[in-house]
């Protein structure tokens, strides 16, 4: 429930989170995003509040091919590159976690271009 006064843009992002699916699925991977679960193959998945933030963006780009600026600006929140490999860790480890004990990966590197989720 929305208490007034509430501004308007306080009640588009009510309703932009009401409209996103908790559930996301895509192959054997399920994320519910109210509960903040990941699961692969029936097995839970242990992510890191980062990771999780990480595999969110991924799962939420439906396949697309997001570059490492991007994810610097939308999990990181910095608005520059601080010269580090602070993404490729973060996705290395989330690589580990997702890909662990499965014959087929989910997260895909395409070389100078960013990464992808797909089954």
């Given at each position: 429930a ?34 903040r ?66 014959a ?16």
């Amino acid at each position: 429930a929305v208490l007034m006064p509430a501004s308007v843009s306080e009640i588009a992002a009510r309703l932009a989170a009401r409209l996103r699916p908790r559930m996301i699925r895509i192959g054997e991977l399920e994320v519910d995003t109210v509960e903040r679960r990941v699961r692969r193959a029936g097995r839970a998945i242990a992510l890191l509040p980062r990771e999780y933030a990480l595999l969110l963006y991924l799962v939420r780009a439906g396949g697309r091919c997001v570059g490492r600026m991007e994810l610097l600006s939308t999990v990181w929140g910095l608005r520059f590159d601080p010269g580090t490999n602070v993404v490729e860790v973060h996705v290395s480890r989330l690589r580990a976690k997702l890909d662990r004990g499965c014959a087929a990966p989910l997260l895909h590197t395409e070389k100078r271009r960013g990464y992808r989720i797909t089954a």
